[in-house]
């Protein structure tokens, strides 16, 4: 038990150099009013003397918690970054410290070594290495299993890169990671390639390729599968969106009809009903903005199908992707379209699309030209791309 006395001019005073000197633990046992010694303290104003005591063990006891403390956020930061560090490395031969953790953990180890405690140079040490690995690497790669370095750099988001390591983890085979991935990364992606039949339905952020995709189906559908076909745009919004369609119509020679009401819709889709499929364009929205959302569903409400394809392109940053497919989740649509594929050179947004949306891929486009730049890809040949085992040109 350590007893101090101290002579201050206030309460605030004693209780500041109380904590400072015997840390916050210490208690004040009494305090009373006194005058300095001496004949000249007989005139002078009366001072405060305060007595303060600490216990000793219990500070002791404190320091060790600290330390535990530091350790344990130290240890849970490694984890965040690292993933699977597990305390082996942290010995003290690894220790090289950069000047400023140096000069810290030196504080710790001088009031410890007085002490003469040994474990709690131990752990001091511990935390050393640990301190040291996190700055040696800035980038947090250390740890990183290179399966999981691969994923991140195809671009899956963190999300599903946890979700495929975790699949991975609880398979029980003997297999090379690598074809685990395969299987993981196959079996997230869901593949729809029933014929495009009644009214299809494109909807999705401005200027994706939607009114692009409606050309290259219709060419796909009528000049090659030679199926009869009908187009409807109900994007008067945007200028020259009309005739941007009405152009490719009149060059395959197909019917064509602009719906300007809600009101029109379901009769011009009745009214084309003898078309073995109607492709209907729709406007670019902003899936951020719930009233073009919900005008847009007005329309598509009338239409009546289950043939709505959501068209979000491959470039789309990873962060927007979860806003757009929860913006246009109102809407209900039933596959995804992504494209332009050929824009860049990583396709992990793919799987972060598919895992977003939980609904199956029917078309990828690769390109600006009509019709050729579309088709659909099985589970497999997307897997390759995702991974990085294959690139569009
Ligand atoms: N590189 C590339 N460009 C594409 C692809 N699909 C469409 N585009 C281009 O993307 C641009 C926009 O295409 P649109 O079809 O007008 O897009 P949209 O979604 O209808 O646009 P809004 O009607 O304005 O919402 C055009 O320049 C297209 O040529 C593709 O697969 N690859
Ligand atoms: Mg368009």
Redesign the pocket.
């Known amino acids: 038990m350590i007893i101090k006395k101290y002579k201050v001019n206030s309460m605030n005073e004693a209780i500041t150099r109380i904590k400072y000197e015997l840390g916050s633990e210490a208690v004040i046992i009494s305090q009373r009013k006194i005058r300095k010694k001496g004949i000249l303290g007989f005139f002078s104003k009366k001072i405060l003397e305060v007595t303060a005591a600490v216990d000793n063990k219990k500070r002791e006891d404190n320091m060790n918690y600290g330390i535990k403390t530091i350790k344990k956020i130290v240890n849970d930061g490694m984890k965040n970054n690292l993933l699977d560090v597990d305390g082996k490395d942290t010995k003290a031969e690894n220790i090289d410290l950069e000047q400023n953790s140096t000069r810290t953990n030196s504080l710790y180890e001088n009031s410890i070594v007085e002490k003469n405690n040994d474990d709690l140079i131990k752990e001091v040490q511990q935390m050393k290495g640990m301190l040291n690995k996190i700055m040696s690497n800035p980038y947090g790669n250390v740890g990183k299993s290179e399966l999981q370095l691969k994923l991140e750099n195809s671009d899956l988001n963190q999300n599903v890169t946890k979700k495929i390591l975790s699949s991975i983890n609880i398979m029980e085979d003997d297999r090379k990671d690598e074809e685990k991935l395969k299987e993981v990364v196959q079996n997230m992606i869901k593949v729809d390639n029933k014929e495009l039949s009644n009214a299809v339905v494109l909807i999705g952020p401005t200027g994706v390729g ?2 692009t995709t409606i050309a290259k189906l219709a060419g796909r559908l009528a000049l090659i599968e030679k199926k009869k076909i009908g187009l409807i745009t109900i ?1 008067t919004y ?1 200028i020259g ?1 009309v005739e ?1 369609l009405r152009t490719y119509a009149d060059i395959m020679n197909i019917p064509f009809k602009v719906v300007f009401t809600i009101k029109d819709m379901e009769k011009t889709v009745q009214n084309m009903k003898d078309c073995d499929a109607i492709l209907i ?1 729709t406007t ?1 929205r902003n899936s951020k903005n719930k009233m073009q959302i919900s005008e847009l569903r007005a329309f598509i409400d009338k239409i009546k199908t289950d043939n709505i394809h959501l068209v979000i392109s491959c470039t789309t940053k990873n962060r927007d992707i979860d806003a757009i497919i929860n913006g246009y989740s109102q809407l209900n649509y039933n596959d995804i379209i992504i494209t332009k594929l050929d824009e860049t050179c990583t396709y992990g947004s793919i799987l972060n699309i598919l895992q977003s949306a939980k609904k199956p891929i029917s078309f990828v486009t690769t390109g600006q030209n009509v019709p050729e730049d579309i088709k659909t890809m099985s589970s497999e040949e997307l897997t390759k791309l995702v991974l990085g085992e294959d690139i569009i040109c």
Request: aromatic share 0%; net charge neutral; glycine share 12%.
């Open positions: 939607k009114t994007d945007r969106a941007q364009d670019g």
